[in-house]
């Protein structure tokens, strides 16, 4: 039984899944994805477990405000840039759905994807280290690559956002029963 506060949660179940037991957001319900042949009892334990950990993780997220994501910037700008670039500022935004960041470096602006919040730090850190390269270089020539690499997390950063951007675009699409309408 859920606890005031809890937030709403819808299970599918699936004779396609065998053993694992997923979880993730899907507006405000969490959305559990479970064997069919799995247990009523230990579903519910592990409802909880997920549902939990999901809470507290979209918490901690919302908890991250513009003045954290400036702190986050300057860090980052004293560790791959020696502390020399100069920006106005940094914040997230909700109108950017296609794109994870923009910089506009003669106004020293930065603007973050909402959706940053939902994904690793480590992935956020590298949108911000590229941000931060346009002020330098505004383009995406081999130079400003050489100066976004020096984040060693680079390509692992880049090849989850290219998969988040897959999944999104044929979550958008697919209709079909069963499959997931959003990620969200």
Not at 1 to 10: A, E, H, I, N
Not at 77 to 92: A, P
Not at 93 to 109: E, L
Not at 156 to 167: D, K, N, T
């Amino acid at each position: 039984m859920p606890r005031t506060g809890d937030p709403k949660v819808r299970v599918t179940r699936s004779a396609r899944r065998k053993k694992t037991v997923a979880a993730r957001w899907d507006g405000d319900v969490v959305e559990i994805l479970a064997p069919a042949h799995m247990p009523e009892r230990e579903l519910q334990d592990v409802i909880d477990k997920l549902t939990s950990r999901l809470t507290k993780k979209r918490a901690r997220k919302a908890g991250l405000s513009d003045d954290d994501l400036a702190r986050r910037a300057q860090r980052l700008n004293r560790e791959y840039f020696e502390g020399r670039l100069r920006f106005e500022s940094i914040r997230f935004v909700t109108n950017q759905n296609q794109r994870f960041g923009s910089c506009t470096p003669a106004h020293g602006t930065i603007r973050l994807s909402e959706r940053l919040r939902r994904y690793p730090e480590w992935v956020l850190d590298y949108v911000v280290v590229h941000e931060l390269a346009h002020l330098i270089h505004p383009n995406h020539a081999p130079d400003f690559w050489e100066v976004v690499n020096r984040y060693p997390l680079t390509e692992r950063a880049r090849g989850f956002l290219i998969a988040v951007s897959l999944v999104e675009d044929e979550v958008d699409s697919v209709g079909e029963e069963g499959a997931p309408e959003d990620t969200g």
